[in-house]
C-alpha cells in the first residue's frame, strides 16, 4: 500500500529487483505482431555493439542512456519498439588484449597456433560477454534481450559470407597489390580510418645523392625517414626550379646502395619544403605511390611485416627499422653524404589499437570499391531520405564520401570472420559461401575433387559491423522481423565513429537492402575524463566503470547527469558533484511524493485501493491553476524538445519544474489548504498534487526510469506500470492569466524572503506587512493565507491594500516589476535601535577601510607595485565604497 512508501529511496534494494521485473513482464519486447493487418511502423534502434574487448565505461553509458531514453519514450507513446543489444567481436582489438594476456602468462599467439588461440579467444569473449551484459543491464537498459547477436553467430556469420559474395560477383570487391597502412605489431594491413595522427618531434635529414658521371656533383634532398631511403627508385623536383632543371633525366646514385635512380620532374613538387629536391620511395609512401603509378617508376619494398628491413635492403638487411635509420645515418655521415640535420615537428601515423607506428607499404589485400556505394549514400542525406543531428556533422559526412578511397577489407590476423575466398594448387581462386559451394567450383572447374585452401586472412571488423541494422534481423533470409523492422528509425552513436560505422551501415544497406538502415543519425559527444582526456579501454582508469558510480550515486543519477550534461554532438567531462546533484534530486522527487501520499485519506480510497482523485476545475484555487499551467506548458515544451533531440534542454526543464515550481512552491501553498478545514477544498488539492506529480514522473521517466517507477507504484495510478503508460500529449492550453497572478505572488515573497535575509529576522519570526498592490489588491487578498505562509508574514499585522496614502515611516520598502509596493516595519523585524547601532558601527569600520586604500592609493604604492596588485586594491576599494551606499541606505531607511 502506499503507506509504506519507505522514509528514504534506497537504489540499490530497489533498481535490480524493478529491472528482473520488468524484464520478466515482457516489457522490453514489442508488443505486435507483424503479421496483424494494418500493423503500426515500429520504432527500432540497434545497439552499437561494444568491442568484447573488457568492461565498458562512461562513453557507453552515453549511448545505453541516449538510446533507452529514445525507447521509453516511443514505448509510452505507443508504438511497436525494438531496441537490439549484441556485441562485436572486434578482431584486431580483442586479438591485441588476448595477446597480452596470454604474454603474462608465458605464452604467445604463434605458440598455441590457429585454431587454440581462436578457443583462447572464445574464452575470452564468453567472460568479458557476460561483463558487458551486467553492466548494461545495471545501467537500465530496456532492450530485447530475446533478440540479442553477436558478429561471429553462426547466422550473421553467414550473413558476412553472403555479403561478400554478392559484392565480389557485382566486382565490388577485388584482390590486388596496393599501398596500404601496415601495422608492424599486429603484422596486418588496417584502414585509414584506423590510423591516428599525432604531433611528433622529428629531425629532417639532409641527404646528398651523387649525380652518376658527375664526380662532385650532388642533389641533396630532405628526409624525415632515412631508412625508406633504401626503397627509393627516383628524385624528383619540380620542372620550373632552376636549380635543378640541368640535372632532370640525369640518374643520381642512391646513397649506400649505389643504385642509379633517375631524376624526373613533375609539378606535384613543393619547392619550399627542403630543398626542392624530393627521394620518391614508392612502396613506402602515399603521395610516392602516386608518382611511381604516373612515372611508371619500380616499386621496391625493402621492409618485413615485423618492420625489418628485407633482402632489398643491402647490408642492412635484418635490421629493425629504427635501427637500420641510425646505422645508415652514421654511415652516411662517415662518407660525407649528411649535408645536415634540422629539428622537424612531423605528424606520425599509429596505429589506433596498439599505437604502434604505422608503416605504408605495398601488400596484396582485398578492396571495396567504394565510390559506386558512396553515392547513393550521399544523397540519401543531401535529399533528406536521413537526417543527421546535428546538422553540422552533414558536411564533415559529405567531406569524407566524396573524397573516399577504395576500403582495404583484409586483415591478417585470426580472430574474425574468414574471407570466403579458396584457392587451388594451381592458384584459382573460387569465392564462395561455404567450403562446399568452393569444392563444387573447383569440381566445375577441373572436372574432379582438388584440395583447396582458404584464404588465411580475415575481413575488417566493420565489414560484419556495417551488415548490422538487416543482419541481426535474420538477413540474407526473408524473415518477419526483417520485413517489419527494417529499415530501422534512430541510429544513436559517437561522432567519432561517424565513418567507422555509420557511412558503411549506409553503404552497405542501400546496396544489400535497396533501402536505407535508418532514417536518422543521432550524435552524441565523447565522454572524457576530468583532465580532458578521452575515456578509452585501453586508458581504463578507476571510477570509469559505471557500476562504480552507481554503487555510490545510482543508475538514475548517472543518467540523469548525462543526459543534463550533453548537448548533441558535444563532448563531457565527467563529474561526480554533478551526478550527486542528480541522486539528490531523485530524493528531493521521494520525499515530496511521501508528502503527497501521506496526506491522502479515505476520500481518496485510501484504504480501499478503490482511488478517487478527479479534481473539480470550478473550485481550483489560484495555486492549483498555475501548477496546472506550468505541467500542461512543460508538456508541450517537452515534447517539441525531444522531437528536435534536444534531450538535455528537457531534462533540465523538467528538473525545474519539479524542484522549483512543484516542490519549492505548490507543495508549500498546498499546505494552506490541506491544513484547513474545507475537505472539499483539500480533497481537491490532493488531486491536484498526485495530477501532476504523476504526469512528471511519465515525462522524468525515460531519464530516471527506477526512481520514478519506484514512485509511481506508490501513487495512485491506472494500469500496471509506468514503464508501459502512456506518455503525456501536447496541446493543452495554458492558463496566462494564472502563471501571470502567481507569477506576482511570487515575486512578492521572494521580495519578502530577500529582506528577512538582509536583516537576519530569525526564520520563525513572523513580522507584518503593508502590500500596495493597485489593480492586483483583490487577488492578493484571496491569497492572504498564502503570501502569509509563504513569507512568514503575521496574517493579523497583514494590510493589503490597492494604493498607500503615504509610506510608512520607519519601513523597509521594495518595489517590484508589476509595480507592487512592499513596506516592512522594521521594528517589526528587529531591534530598531540595537541595528541603527550594529549598522553605524560597521558603516564606521567601512569608511574607515575606503580612507586606508584611498591614501594608500595615492602613495608612491601605486607606481611602485605591480599592476596586478594595484589593481586588486582598486577593486577592493570601490566594494568597499558600494558597501558604504548600502549601508547609508539601510540607515536612512530606519529614519
Known sequence: MPTDMPKAYDPRETEQRLYDWWESKGYFAPKIDPRSEGAPKPFVIVIPPPNVTGELHHGHAMFVTFEDLLIRWHRMMGEPTLWLPGSDHAGIATQNVVEKALVKQGTSRKELGREEFINRVWDWKAEYGSIITRQIRRMGASVDWTRERFTMDEQLSRAVREAFVRLYEKGLIYRGPRLVNWCPKDESAIS?????????????????????????????????????????????????????????????????????IPIIADESVDREFGTGAVKVTPAHDPNDYELGMKHNLPFINVMNTDATINENGGQYAGLDRYDARKKIVADLERDGLLAKVENHALSVGTCQRCHTVIEPLISTQWFVKT??????????????????????????????????????????????????????????????????????????????DVKLAQDPDVLDTWFSSGLWPFSTLGWPDDTEDLRYFYPGSVLETGYDILFFWVARMIMLGIELMDDIPFDTVYLHGIMRHTDGSKMSKSDFRAGDNPLDVIADYSADALRFFIVTSASPGNDVRINLEKIA????????????????????????????????????????????????????????????????????????????????????????????????????????????????????????????????????????????ALIVANWPQSGKHTDAEAEAAFARI??????????????????????????????????????RAVLAALARLDAAQLQIVAQVDTKPENAYSAILDSGIQIYLPLAG?????????????????????????????????????????????RERLNATRERIVKLQEQLNGMN
Open 192 to 260: 585509414d580510418l584506423e590510423v591516428e595522427h599525432e604531433e611528433r618531434q622529428g629531425n629532417l635529414w639532409y641527404v646528398k645523392y651523387p649525380i652518376e658521371n658527375s664526380p662532385n656533383e650532388f642533389i641533396t634532398v630532405a628526409t624525415t625517414r632515412p631508412e625508406t631511403m633504401l626503397g627509393d627508385t627516383a628524385v624528383a623536383v619540380h620542372p620550373d626550379d632552376e636549380r635543378y632543371q640541368h640535372l632532370i633525366g640525369k640518374m643520381a646514385l642512391l646513397p649506400e646502395l649505389n643504385r642509379p
Open 829 to 873: 523585524m528587529l531591534d530598531l535601535e540595537k541595528e541603527k547601532k550594529r549598522i553605524t558601527a560597521e558603516l564606521d569600520k567601512a569608511r574607515a577601510d575606503a580612507e586606508r586604500t584611498q591614501a594608500k592609493l595615492d602613495s608612491d604604492f601605486a607606481t611602485k607595485a605591480p599592476a596586478a596588485v594595484v589593481n586588486k586594491e
Open 371 to 448: 565510390k559506386p556505394l558512396a553515392e547513393p549514400s550521399i544523397e540519401a542525406v543531401r535529399s533528406g531520405k536521413i537526417k543527421i543531428v546535428p546538422q553540422r556533422f552533414e558536411k564533415i559526412y559529405y567531406q569524407w564520401m566524396e573524397n573516399i578511397r577504395d576500403w582495404c577489407i583484409s586483415r591478417q590476423l585470426w580472430w574474425g570472420h574468414r574471407i570466403p575466398v579458396w584457392y587451388a594448387p594451381d592458384g584459382s581462386m573460387f569465392c564462395a559461401r561455404d567450403a562446399a559451394d568452393a569444392q563444387q567450383q573447383a569440381r566445375e572447374k577441373f572436372g574432379a
Open 581 to 720: 546533484d542528480a541522486r539528490n534530486f531523485g530524493n528531493k522527487i521521494w520525499n515530496a511524493a511521501r508528502f503527497v501520499i501521506s496526506n491522502l485519506g479515505a476520500e481518496e480510497g485510501l484504504e480501499t485501493g478503490d482511488w478517487r482523485l478527479t479534481f473539480d476545475e470550478s473550485r481550483l484555487t489560484l495555486p492549483d491553476r498555475w501548477i496546472l499551467s506550468r505541467e500542461h506548458n512543460l508538456i508541450n515544451r517537452v515534447n517539441d524538445l525531444f522531437r528536435e533531440y534536444r534531450f538535455n534542454e528537457a531534462a533540465q526543464d523538467i528538473y525545474h519544474f519539479l524542484w522549483d515550481e512543484y516542490c519549492d512552491w505548490y507543495i508549500e501553498a498546498s499546505k494552506v489548504i490541506l491544513n484547513g478545514d474545507d475537505e472539499n477544498a483539500k480533497h481537491n488539492t490532493r488531486a491536484v498534487l498526485v495530477h501532476v506529480l504523476e504526469h512528471a514522473l511519465r515525462l522524468l521517466h525515460p531519464m530516471m526510469p527506477f526512481v520514478t517507477e519506484e514512485i509511481w507504484q506508490h501513487l495512485p495510478h491506472k494500469g500496471e
Open 746 to 783: 511570487m515575486d512578492a515573497v521572494r521580495a519578502i524572503r530577500n529582506a528577512r535575509s538582509e536583516f537576519n529576522v530569525e526564520p520563525a519570526k513572523r513580522i507584518p506587512a503593508i502590500l500596495s498592490a493597485n489593480e492586483h489588491a483583490t487577488t492578493f487578498e484571496t491569497q
